[in-house]
């Protein structure tokens, strides 16, 4: 079993950044891609950015430029920095953890709430 645990999230002005964390523990092999997905309020939960093991990274075209991904391989944790934050950023931020083995395993983390006021 993992858990994930966010924290980070919060209220912000247009403009403003926010960094959120997302600490996994458990039995987590080292090939795996973390991530940050996110859903608002009537809308399907969303890919936001990944990180592999390896550091490769993608991000949704609706934040690249503004945000950035990065890991801590050795805390098991992922970062997500957000800078020039808007008003439709604003959702609930979910951490994800895939693990890849012989069957490949894919956690969760509570959410955390992220509100950009305009």
């Known amino acids: 079993q993992v858990q994930l645990v966010e924290s980070g999230g919060g209220l912000v002005q247009a403009g403003g950044s926010l960094r959120l964390s997302c600490s996994a523990s458990?039995?987590?092999?080292?090939?795996?891609?973390m991530g940050w997905y996110r859903q608002a309020p009537g809308k399907q939960r969303e890919l936001v950015a990944g990180i592999t093991s390896g550091g490769v990274t993608n991000y949704a075209d609706s934040v690249k430029g503004r945000f950035t991904i990065s890991r801590d391989n050795a805390k098991n944790t992922v970062y997500l920095q957000m800078d020039s934050l808007k008003f439709e950023d604003t959702a609930v931020y979910y951490c994800n953890i895939l693990i890849y083995g012989i069957i490949p395993q894919n956690y969760w983390g509570q959410g955390t709430q992220v509100t950009v006021s305009s």
């Open positions: 458990g039995s987590i092999f080292s090939n795996n891609v």
